[in-house]
T-cell receptor, first 113, second 115 residues
Framework: DTGVSQDPRHKITKRGQNVTFRCDPI?????LYWYRQTLGQGPEFLTYFQNEAQLEKSRLLSDRFSAERPKGSFSTLEIQRTEQGDSAMYLCASRPDKNTEAFFGQGTRLTVV | AQTVTQSQPEMSVQEAETVTLSCTYDTSESDYYLFWYKQPPSRQMILVIRQEAYKQQNATENRFSVNFQKAAKSFSLKISDSQLGDAAMYFCAYSYTGTASKLTFGTGTRLQVTL
């Protein structure tokens, strides 16, 4: 399978715990995006990488959130001290060039209890 | 800031019939792209159709076509000969030609297809 892969698919965590999600983009896609989708809403942009450089971050990305993309390949999104409001689907997308089709992963559904 | 509005939370269409999903957007940019994405239940989002703002001709992809009205900032999706597999959430999205070219999504329209 050469699509965008996200791991884990589901994560249940207790409030205050740290969680980390992984995204493996399509090979050779230098642009990688993280989005958050809550129930009944469309995805909202969190952050963008071009290769290994994080070039844009949304104001939604509080200081409890950090994302990396070492070597411009896979990416991780870490949430520290999780809160119930962090419960959402976290989507990763990649594309080879701007304004081309963005390919999405199946997402990681986070539930904070 | 760019915004995308989908005013139809749910729509229903009978199999083989035609349905139109509405989308309006707001932007001060002149060069941008518009998309319709489909999100089936528990499956990843996939691109249905894409429109470049500088093109006057409406995009078509098989049974899917758009009505792009740039002056009105309207971008509707028409699905012809609806099939059961078309049932999904449909999101309208906007992207401008900036560095990130991030997608700004509407709130989605849930499409039901009935027999």
């Amino acid at each position: 399978d050469t699509g965008v892969s996200q791991d884990p698919r589901h994560k249940i965590t207790k409030r205050g715990q740290n969680v980390t999600f992984r995204c493996d983009p399509i090979s050779e896609h230098n642009r990688l995006y993280w989005y958050r989708q809550t129930l009944g809403q469309g995805p909202e942009f969190l952050t963008y990488f071009q290769n290994e450089a994080q070039l844009e971050k949304s104001r939604l990305l509080s200081d409890r959130f950090s994302a990396e993309r070492p070597k411009g390949s896979f990416s991780t999104l870490e949430i520290q001290r999780t809160e119930q409001g962090d419960s959402a689907m976290y989507l990763c997308a990649s594309r080879p060039d701007k304004n081309t089709e963005a390919f999405f992963g199946q997402g990681t559904r986070l539930t904070v209890v | 800031a760019q915004t995308v509005t989908q005013s139809q939370p749910e729509m229903s269409v009978q199999e083989a019939e035609t349905v139109t999903l509405s989308c309006t957007y707001d932007t001060s940019e002149s060069d941008y792209y518009l998309f319709w994405y489909k999100q089936p239940p528990s499956r990843q989002m996939i691109l249905v159709i894409r429109q470049e703002a500088y093109k006057q001709q409406n995009a078509t992809e098989n049974r899917f076509s758009v009505n792009f009205q740039k002056a009105a900032k309207s971008f509707s999706l028409k699905i012809s000969d609806s099939q059961l597999g078309d049932a999904a959430m449909y999101f309208c999205a906007y992207s401008y030609t900036g560095t990130a070219s991030k997608l700004t999504f509407g709130t989605g329209t849930r499409l039901q297809v009935t027999l």
